[in-house]
């Protein structure tokens, strides 16, 4: 596409990579355009890790960018003299944070591999060609539906499908580096750019080398398959390798206390242990192996050792015209030498044996230990029979290293036996021991330090049978526990209720902490919440957290379809909001009644309000329970309604007869052919989320601005906003339509100061 040179900016005398676009590629507006775009899009990037744009032009028939002159080489480059993890980790790091300014910018790379990485001569690795970019948001047809772009080594699995990317995919890419710069080549290889694709898709993450052991579970997030199991923004990479690094240099924060004086790290030592040592068992297991199994029997010569043949691969020099191409050498010197050599196992056996078991005894000793003083990661899944042997085993490490006083005061002398003694024996020691005056008190000299002050530690909860735990400690919580001022990591739990953890800082005084446990929400639960004197609220569903596809790609205002994912659980209103919860707050704010056009009031959803009227009701419901009440987004909307399934409605197929109250292909008794109304909420089956009418009686008011698209839609389920909008969404079909117009993912836009006599509304709340 083109060519760099290394020129000079006369005007100001520096150096710069200048790009120049081939000119047999001017007549194709394709490369053209992508030419343009690199530069505009780098020129709105401004980051320090990302190639800095100074000038663009075209100087005859000469398209051309100038831009930073990078004298550093690419990651490419410093692959082929050896790259350490340290410095692997800082490159992610950097080009992690590059990436997050990109998305945030909507900008994606799509190209991200060693040779787009280059350095400064500093050092620094900056983020280079954008050749390639894309914007996230856009309706751009640079790349068509289908078509793939990037290079297939570093293809994210989304991006090798065709399918739409953003960020998590850039995401990928720089996981495939990551890979390649700690083992020295891409995770998955073939000969064809199918075939790598395939492996994509796929193959499993590949295990990286015991020595970068510790890496695994971040590669592995870089590297999901599914692009909501990964790290979803840069800066979150950037934070896993902090973590990374503060495990790595022993820097977590320590804390003494008079219990603990030397503040010994042992569940990070226990870590480094495991570490360094799983390569060695590993190449001394295979060593124990391979001579258990050379061992042979034959007849004639009885119990012998197989000799194992050593394979030697010579690669011929450039000169010879066969270079790259491996010769096998197999000779009987080769053969005789071996035998020798393993024709007596000598010595060498026992002592790597009893290294071995010495090994796992010092593991399994660190193990246990740790098991003691710390709460372990999946410590609940240990077979009982395990964690009991290991506490055991602490105990009587304990009582090795601090064995306790010997019974009955005995000395030095006795070696701490105790003898058994006479009557006549046990009389002169009592009498000795009366005619004995009492040792003097030893004076305490003035200028001996005195002990630290230490101060207590009074945690009360609710429940009163959680658990509490100091867990940067190694003694057990008890009330009053003493500590010497610092900062201490209090952790309370209990089944059913949330898990609350919180940083004290314990300074010249005692320090009383209360904690009320939030119990953990149940899908499914029903609960009401108290509006004072107007008694009850209404009814809320708690929704699981989960994540769904949103949209349909055959309806051009519900595209593109894309992955919507909810972290925490919310609630929402078992039914649609009736006359009979609407005017409890018309009465109390004192404004008029709505119209129900004759069908009756109680039990009937609330019709003829506006989309600001909705959002009183929801202001006045928060206001008098204290809880966070607001109308619910397009997207939970949606993935209520679906309610785990993944047609165009909950139930199976798409006969609506009897399941909702609709115009059309309902037969709905409340609705006629000169005659339909609304139907009192719950007068149809639920959905699997006890959801009652999300299909059909009337469409619902929701908290997004309209708009007839679903690009830059958020994936995080909150709504789509742009100021003040005059046009907001319903969703849900009504009175009004017709059975197939109460699809799941059909929606409407509505002019927000106007009421509809077949729009209500309900009402969701937050739960953290």
Known sequence: MSTVYLAIQLSVGREVALKVMSPALNADPIFSERFQREANIVGQLSHPHIVAIYDIGRYKNLNYIAMDYLAGGSVHDKMANGLSAQEALRIIQEIANSLDHAHEKGYIHRDIKPENILFREDGASVLSDFGVAKTVSSASKMTNAGTVVGTPHYMSPEQARGKPVDGRSDIYSLGVVFYEMLTGSVPFRAEEAVAIAIKHLTAPIPTLPPQHSLFQPVLNKLLAKDPDDRYQRGREVVEAINNLNNTLSGNSTRYLTDTEPTAVQIFSLFKALLLTSYAALAAQTSELFSYLFSWRWNPKRGLYRHPKVIVTEIHSDNSTGEANRATVVSTRIQRAAHYQAMKSPGL??????????????????????????????????????????????????HLWFNPPPPAGGATAETNGLVHRTTKETEAKENKAQLKTPPPKAEPIALDAPLPPPSFAINVKVEPE????????????????????????????????????????????????????????????????????????????????????????????????????????????????????????????????????????????????????????????????????????????????????????FWWKGDDAKGRANCRRGCESKYSGLFNTKTAPVGSYKANPFKIFDSAGNVAEWVADCYQNHYLGAPRDGSAISSGQCTLRSSRGGSIKSTSHELSVHKRHKREATKGYSDVGFRVAVDLY
């Open 465 to 648: 049978n959680a658990t509490i735990r100091i867990l940067n400690i190694r003694d057990r919580y008890y009330p009053g526990i003493k500590l010497l001022p610092g900062r201490y990591h209090v952790e309370v739990s209990n089944k059913g209720y949330d898990k609350e953890e919180q940083w004290l800082t314990l300074e010249n005084e005692d320090l009383n902490l209360k904690v009320s446990l939030r119990k953990t929400p149940v899908p499914g639960a029903v609960f009401h919440n108290q509006l004072g004197k107007q008694g009850k609220g209404p009814a809320m569903v708690i929704i699981p957290a989960g994540n769904f596809n949103m949209g349909d790609s055959s309806n051009s205002e519900s595209a593109p379809v894309r992955r919507v994912r909810f972290k925490q659980p919310f609630a929402i209103s078992q039914y649609e909001i009736t006359f009979a919860d609407f005017d409890k707050y018309s009465k109390a704010s004192g404004t008029r009644k709505l119209s129900d056009n004759r069908w009756g009031r109680g039990s009937r959803p609330a019709i003829n309000l506006s989309w600001h009227q909705a959002q009183s009701y929801v202001k006045w419901l928060r206001k008098n329970t204290g809880r966070k009440y607001r109308l619910p987004s397009e997207s939970e909307w949606e993935y209520v309604a679906r309610a785990g399934k993944t047609g165009n």
């Open 348 to 397: 060498g056996w026992g002592l790597r044996i009893s290294a071995l078991g010495a090994l796992l005894c010092l593991i399994w000793s660190a193990f246990s230990i740790a098991l003691q003083r710390y709460q372990l990661p999946g410590e609940q899944q240990l077979p009982s029979a395990i964690h009991s042997a290991a506490l055991r085993s602490s105990q009587q490490l």
